[in-house]
T-cell receptor
Framework: GENVEQHPSTLSVQEGDSAVIKCTYSDSASNYFPWYKQELGKRPQLIIDIRSNVGEKKDQRIAVTLNKTAKHFSLHITETQPEDSAVYFCAAIMKSSGDKLTFGTGTRLAVRP | DTAVSQTPKYLVTQMGNDKSIKCEQNLGHDTMYWYKQDSKKFLKIMFSYNNKELIINETVPNRFSPKSPDKAHLNLHINSLELGDSAVYFC????????????FGEGSRLTVL
């Protein structure tokens, strides 16, 4: 079926280093790719999204890149801080499944002070 | 005021019981969702309603029955609870079906003993 794969499942970085999370999707018609951050015990919240008509989007220390040909997109966090520690989810619209937003399996990011 | 609110936040019950979780959004959105997050943090869509009409109904046991009395409310009723139903259930809403930002409620942690 249509799915979104996300790697790595866990990621530990030193404060100040960069973190990269990668996702691949199966539906070539997908055109919307959001990223959500879920802090411990909290709700998921949108941090950045990208649509298929652009290849990259940046918001301060966070950037997302999209390669439609290869069907993968990535989240880049630079100058990581302890408050970046959370579970991050990528997602993609599955057009073939009635515009269903399907989430990746999540990446637990730990930023060591 | 909270944008998406769900009650109760915690629910502990015995196997075989029937329980309900309520959700309300005051954002004026047309679309509402129920997601299940298991112990591994996987976020799986269960149902989606657009303007009170069922749009997405994933492979969910028919013990789970959503009800949308109006577009601002989406409740989830679960019959004959099983141990595997233990999870955090998130309600969410969006302005347009499966596009744009999803606004999540705080989650309802259901524990079945």
């Amino acid at each position: 079926g249509e799915n979104v794969e996300q790697h790595p499942s866990t990621l530990s970085v030193q404060e100040g280093d960069s973190a990269v999370i990668k996702c691949t999707y199966s539906d070539s018609a997908s055109n919307y790719f959001p990223w959500y951050k879920q802090e411990l015990g909290k709700r998921p919240q949108l941090i950045i999204d990208i649509r298929s008509n652009v290849g990259e989007k940046k918001d301060q220390r966070i950037a997302v890149t999209l390669n439609k040909t290869a069907k993968h997109f990535s989240l880049h966090i630079t100058e990581t801080q302890p408050e970046d520690s959370a579970v991050y989810f990528c997602a993609a619209i599955m057009k073939s499944s009635g515009d269903k937003l399907t989430f990746g399996t999540g990446t637990r990011l730990a930023v060591r002070p | 005021d909270t944008a998406v609110s769900q009650t109760p936040k915690y629910l502990v019950t015995q196997m075989g019981n029937d329980k309900s979780i309520k959700c309300e959004q005051n954002l004026g959105h047309d679309t509402m969702y129920w997601y299940k997050q298991d112990s591994k943090k996987f976020l799986k869509i269960m149902f989606s309603y657009n303007n009170k009409e069922l749009i997405i109904n994933e492979t969910v046991p028919n013990r789970f029955s959503p009800k949308s009395p109006d577009k601002a409310h989406l409740n989830l009723h679960i019959n004959s609870l099983e141990l595997g139903d233990s999870a955090v259930y998130f309600c969410a809403s969006s302005q347009v079906i499966s596009r744009g930002e999803l606004f999540f409620g705080e989650g309802s942690r259901l524990t079945v003993l």
